[in-house]
């Protein structure tokens, strides 16, 4: 892995996230590029929620001053091997220019602080990172702000085993051997799907064949809440990672179709890798 983009609004979240891109970059051997969107409001849509793309030079500025500021603060830490930082501001909106950019850096990894979603529906429904996700060229790593880095010496791996090959699992087994971490292949059957477990299986079977890392389990975990059983498996096995698959066309479908009018028991606060299907 070369080049690791990391987003930042200068928030406590987005900081978080960047030392979680260090904790990575220091064992890949891999850049970091830091990235700033400037989004200001448009003065003309006063009381709107509306905003658009500024092009004040003065501010511009004002926001690569601190970005190279953070820059500095990083390189100055002076801790393990040193790591190449880059930075770059841009005009627009991070949904769409963190996407644009990860493209124009040819990045291997976009990770990202997620501040605002408290759940995987607000994640990949009404998120910066949800339009991130859907853009992005390659993987995405989201991290909760409490979410300090840890060595990753478990891997849940969320996957509804609907036979779509997934276009970056050779970013899991990279993380899992950098680790000798374990990946527990984690199926969530709910009554939804009566002969699922069967077919979950046989699937599972298939996949594995073609596997290139060896220290891998399959799982199963009975609930009707999908994102429930996920956090409590997580938690159960002190996971360190959890990795879903995306796809545009139908993401976790039977997620989203779930009341949500109760709190949720167990709020998933891991690092989520997000890794696309072919395209």
């Not at 260090?22 to 003065?43: G, K, T, W, Y």
């Not at 009707?224 to 498996?233: A, H, K, V, W, Y």
Request: net charge negative; proline share 7%.
């Amino acid at each position: 892995m070369e080049t690791i983009l990391c987003p930042t609004d200068f928030s406590q979240s987005s900081e978080n996230a960047i030392r979680y891109a260090e904790e990575l970059a220091q064992r890949m051997n891999s850049r970091i590029v830091l990235f700033h969107s400037i989004v200001e409001p448009d003065p003309s849509s006063a009381g709107s929620p509306q905003v658009t793309p500024a092009r004040d030079p003065a501010y511009h500025q004002v926001q690569k001053h601190k970005l190279d500021l953070l820059k500095c603060k990083l390189e100055d830490a002076k801790w393990g091997i040193p790591i190449a930082y880059h930075t770059q501001v841009k005009y627009g909106f991070p949904g769409d220019t963190i996407p644009l950019q990860a493209s124009e850096v040819q990045a291997d990894l976009v990770i990202i602080g997620n501040e605002k979603a408290e759940g995987l529906k607000e994640t990949f429904l009404n998120s910066v990172a949800a339009d991130v996700i859907k853009k992005a060229p390659c993987p995405v790593l989201l991290i909760p702000p409490a979410a300090a880095f840890k060595p990753i010496y478990k891997i849940v791996f969320a996957t509804d085993l609907q036979g779509e090959p997934y276009s970056d699992m050779s970013l899991v087994f990279k993380l899992a051997g950098l680790f000798e971490a374990e990946i527990l292949f984690l199926h969530v059957l709910t009554d939804e799907f009566p002969g699922s477990l069967k077919m979950a299986k046989a699937e599972y079977e298939r996949e594995h064949k073609r596997f290139s890392y060896k220290n891998i389990s399959f799982h199963t975990e009975n609930g009707t809440n999908i994102e429930d059983s996920l956090s409590r498996f997580c938690r159960r096995h002190k996971a360190n990672l959890l990795v879903m698959g995306y796809h545009p066309q139908r993401f976790w479908q039977h997620l989203f179709r779930q009341d949500y009018s109760l709190e949720m028991a167990y709020p998933i606060l891991l690092p989520l890798l997000i890794l696309h299907y072919h395209r």
